[in-house]
């Protein structure tokens, strides 16, 4: 499963200055200890990028491709579509990623055009401006609108990771496993199967600290059994990564051998 490590964000206390004052040592100890985790994405965010979000985003994909390796893949999330190709042409090393689109059809012919300019993988959340989704089928029509879109814009379908929409457990409890429904739906929809990626941590947002691992790994499991294929998740936090670790062992994507779990199980 790809983790897309999700701390580097304009919005944090701790890292959001540095990255607005251009100090590029805490972004890079971030990165590196995102990538230590078990994150093979970081997303970079700037939120609506509307002060300075050009510059900004170009300073931030090279301050963090300084010391990343090669194949690790950023993922560009803001709403600003200009701060997103400042960022999208300097990426030199892995093949970026655009984190997000949505089902409307003025935002999508908006970012798949760049997404195809860029040779770009790109988030699309299966939502319109209309509202939330009320329910699996909903999501399954937006989704449909979004691979149409893609296909019209010369963006493989390979490249569409498809985003259900998880909304948290306290105002939402129901919806829940309409998401789980809706990833195994998914895979449906194309073949080979469609990617699918969540926010996990919308699901325990609202709820008390001490239950977002808890929550956070129950609730990527029952994911990963339905087939989702990435997380924006947090790559510390090592309850997580242990679970991503063996739920892969256990769909049979790794091979099973006690040192690939004790690497990480030591610092849980």
């Excluded at 004052?21 to 700037?46: F, I, T, W």
């Excluded at 689109?101 to 997404?115: F, G, Q, R, S």
């Excluded at 309409?178 to 195994?184: A, D, N, Q, S």
């Amino acid at each position: 499963m790809l983790i897309i490590a999700e701390k580097i964000n304009i919005m944090s206390k701790t890292i959001g200055p540095a990255m607005r004052e251009r100090n590029a040592k805490p972004v890079q100890e971030l990165a590196l200890a995102e990538v230590a985790g078990g994150a093979r994405a970081l997303d970079l965010n700037l939120g609506p990028g509307t002060k300075d979000g050009p510059a900004m985003m170009e300073w931030l994909v090279k301050t963090v491709e300084e010391v990343v390796e090669d194949s690790i893949q950023l993922c560009l999330d803001t709403k600003n579509i200009e701060a997103m190709e400042a960022g999208l042409k300097v990426v030199t090393k892995h093949k970026p990623m655009i984190n997000s689109t949505n089902a409307d059809i003025e935002v999508l012919d908006k970012y798949m055009p760049v997404a195809a300019m860029y040779d770009a993988d790109i988030i699309a959340l299966a939502m319109t401006s209309a509202g939330i989704p009320r329910d699996c089928n909903e999501r399954l029509e937006n989704a449909a609108m979004i691979m149409a879109k893609a296909m019209e814009h010369g963006v493989g379908l390979e490249r569409i990771y498809l985003d259900p929409l998880v909304l948290p457990i306290g105002v939402a409890q129901q919806d829940a496993m309409e998401v789980v429904e809706t990833i195994r739906q998914f895979q449906m929809l194309n073949d080979p199967p469609m990617k699918s990626v969540v926010g996990l941590s919308n699901i325990y947002n609202g709820t008390p600290k001490e239950l977002h691992s808890r929550m956070g790994f129950t609730f990527l499991a029952m994911l990963a059994a339905a087939g989702l294929t990435a997380a924006i998740a947090d790559s510390l936090d090592a309850k997580l990564m242990a679970v991503v670790k063996t739920v892969e062992v256990l769909k049979n994507e790794m091979l099973y051998a006690a040192s690939y779990l004790d690497d990480i199980l030591v610092r849980v």
